[in-house]
């Protein structure tokens, strides 16, 4: 009998390299493994419709949980993966089974870094089904304020979801602007003007000391230039980390998440995929580890087929990636991979109209391009993108 | 959302393009896959350009489908 594949994690990553060898002709048994009790909801409404209370939880389904059986995978919920051994290929569960594997792909995701100290009611993160509708019972009785911490995507979009619901809103960020390390300031202090424009005390440059309880209930933040901010519910979204833990002594490399090759090739045998998997983009010539709705699918596809080349040489998976932030009534999407330090190019409209396309330049390279409510100007630039990042037809498509 | 123009003419192909309006968000995903059959236009809607689309594109306008981020887009046989 030949072994299974086994894919640890069932959200975007994990079914889409189980559809990927399906559509490839793998006929074999496909394993799925998946820590929580619950087949993963989609998540991007987890921070905008289901929390505005606009969509059903139930409606919040993954593309591919439509298509569960069609993928006759083995799905095992609640199965959380405890270790891995490369050289046998070898899994150990927490409550001690073992699954033997002919080919494993990574797809665990990632997990909320939290704050230090006890945990409180009323403190929260956004990750999970369960998180976004704990947070929305503590913002159903009312709070006189909310407190994010932290202006990345998901922070910045709970911060307009609570607006939206009415709710006084403060929005800490560490930094001088919201997403500096990964975006150039221009775009950063946009997404601060926006919040402002919407009523949101936006607090900049400031760190969080702790937070103050009231019994084991938040009552506040204390920030570190002494000011506190009173506050009943406060949520946390200070980044992510790469849910590598199982992975810890099992030789798979790790670094920034799992270290891939171009192929999204681990180890033999083993693949990785979405936001756990780091790899080397050859469109860009850099590795990078994203964390976006998009590129886990295309990823999963992509480490799906990589296990079916076998010893072979595999395929690149060379890519664009796209996302988009739904905040207020504006739609932010961005095609590409630039840094903080690229040059920012209006395009179309302006910061002020708070409707632009943007596109970021390094050298001769367009590294990207982000546009607000602007969607066909960013994905006719992506497909130029796709083709290769010259600058030159970048600016020839705005012209 | 407002309803797709119905521009584009039927070729006797048996695809049918359908897209859900309630779930459609224009962001353009389906555009950069399906240029000939889907357009998201300046004022930010999205408009079918063949809801009955040859059978050479069928391929891509699957694709599209697939790709939908709120798979709002069904191609009906
Ligand atoms: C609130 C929120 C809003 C978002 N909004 C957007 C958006 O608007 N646009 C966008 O492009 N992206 C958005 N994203 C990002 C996008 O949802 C993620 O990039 C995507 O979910 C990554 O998919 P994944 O399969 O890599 O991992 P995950 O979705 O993180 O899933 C990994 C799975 O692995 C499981 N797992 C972990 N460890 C183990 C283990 N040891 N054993 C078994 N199972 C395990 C987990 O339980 C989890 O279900 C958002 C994310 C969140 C949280
Ligand atoms: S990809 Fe889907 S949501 Fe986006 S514009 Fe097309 S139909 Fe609408």
């Given amino acids: 009998m030949v072994d299974p594949v086994v894919v640890v994690g069932a959200s975007l990553g994990g079914l889409s390299a189980v559809d990927a060898?399906?559509?490839?002709?793998?006929?074999?048994?496909?394993v799925v493994l998946e820590a929580a009790d619950e087949l993963p909801s989609d998540r991007p409404p987890l921070s905008k419709q289901v929390l505005a209370g606009t969509m059903e939880p139930a409606a919040a389904r993954q593309p591919l949980a439509a298509r569960l059986e069609e993928l006759r995978a083995d799905v095992r919920l609640g199965f959380r993966v405890e270790s891995f051994d490369v050289a046998t290929r070898r899994i150990r569960g927490a409550d001690g089974t073992e699954l033997q594997a002919s080919?494993?792909?990574?797809?665990?995701?990632?997990?909320?870094?939290?704050?230090?100290?006890?945990?409180?009611?009323?403190?929260?993160v956004v990750r999970t089904m369960d998180d976004c509708l704990a947070l929305k019972a503590d913002l159903d009785r009312g709070p006189d304020r909310v407190v994010v911490v932290g202006a990345g995507f998901i922070g910045a979009e709970v911060a307009a979801t609570c607006r939206e619901l009415g709710l006084e809103v403060t929005l800490l960020e560490g930094a001088p602007a919201p997403m500096v390390r990964v975006l150039p300031v221009e775009v950063g202090s946009f997404v601060?003007?926006?919040?402002?424009?919407?009523?949101?005390?936006?607090?900049?440059?400031?760190?969080?000391?702790?937070?103050?309880?009231?019994?084991?209930?938040?009552?506040?933040v204390r920030l570190a230039d002494g000011t506190l901010v009173p506050a009943q519910v406060v949520v946390v979204g200070i980044g992510v980390v790469p849910s590598t833990d199982w992975l810890t002594d099992s030789g798979v490399p790790l670094g920034n998440?799992?270290?891939?090759d171009e192929?999204?090739?681990?180890?033999?045998?083993?693949?990785?995929?979405?936001?756990?998997?780091?790899?080397?983009?050859?469109?860009?010539?850099?590795?990078?580890r994203v964390?976006?709705?998009?590129?886990?699918?295309?990823?999963?596809?992509?480490?799906?087929?990589?296990?079916?080349?076998?010893?072979?040489?595999?395929?690149?998976?060379?890519?664009?990636?796209?996302?988009?932030?739904?905040?207020?009534?504006?739609?932010?999407?961005?095609?590409?991979?630039?840094?903080?330090?690229?040059?920012?190019?209006?395009?179309?409209?302006?910061?002020?109209?708070?409707?632009?396309?943007?596109?970021?330049?390094?050298?001769?390279?367009?590294?990207?391009?982000?546009g607000v409510n602007r969607p066909r100007h960013v994905v006719q630039a992506r497909m130029r993108l796709v083709e290769s990042l010259d600058w030159a037809p970048i600016e020839e498509l705005f012209s | 959302?407002?309803?797709?123009?119905?521009?584009?003419?039927?070729?006797?192909?048996?695809?049918?393009?359908?897209?859900?309006?309630?779930?459609?968000?224009?962001?353009?995903?389906?555009?950069?896959?399906?240029?000939?059959?889907?357009?998201v236009r300046d004022d930010d809607f999205l408009?079918?350009?063949?809801?009955?689309?040859?059978e050479e594109l069928r391929e891509q306008v699957t694709e599209a489908a697939r790709r939908c981020p709120k798979q709002a887009i069904t191609v009906e046989d």
């Fill in chain 2, 47 to 54: 408009y079918v350009l063949q809801e009955e689309p040859p």
């Fill in chain 1, 257 to 260: 998440g799992v270290t891939c």
């Fill in chain 1, 192 to 220: 601060a003007d926006l919040h402002r424009s919407h009523g949101v005390d936006v607090r900049l440059g400031v760190g969080v000391d702790g937070l103050e309880a009231d019994g084991d209930r938040v009552s506040g």
């Fill in chain 1, 21 to 30: 060898l399906r559509a490839g002709g793998h006929d074999g048994d496909v």
């Fill in chain 1, 263 to 288: 192929t999204c090739l681990a180890a033999p045998g083993v693949v990785a995929a979405g936001d756990v998997a780091e790899w080397l983009n050859p469109h860009f010539g850099e590795r990078m």
């Fill in chain 1, 103 to 124: 080919g494993v792909v990574v797809a665990t995701g990632a997990a909320p870094r939290r704050l230090p100290g006890p945990e409180l009611a009323g403190v929260h």
């Fill in chain 1, 291 to 370: 964390e976006q709705w998009e590129h886990a699918i295309e990823q999963g596809a992509a480490a799906g087929r990589r296990l079916l080349a076998g010893d072979g040489p595999g395929e690149p998976f060379a890519s664009v990636p796209w996302f988009w932030s739904d905040q207020y009534d504006r739609k932010l999407q961005m095609a590409g991979r630039p840094s903080a330090t690229d040059e920012v190019h209006v395009l179309e409209g302006s910061f002020a109209e708070q409707r632009f396309a943007v596109a970021f330049r390094r050298g001769d390279r367009c590294t990207g391009v982000l």
């Fill in chain 2, 1 to 39: 959302m407002q309803p797709p123009s119905p521009t584009g003419e039927p070729r006797g192909a048996e695809m049918k393009v359908v897209v859900n309006f309630d779930l459609c968000e224009s962001n353009a995903v389906c555009m950069g896959i399906a240029p000939e059959v889907f357009e």
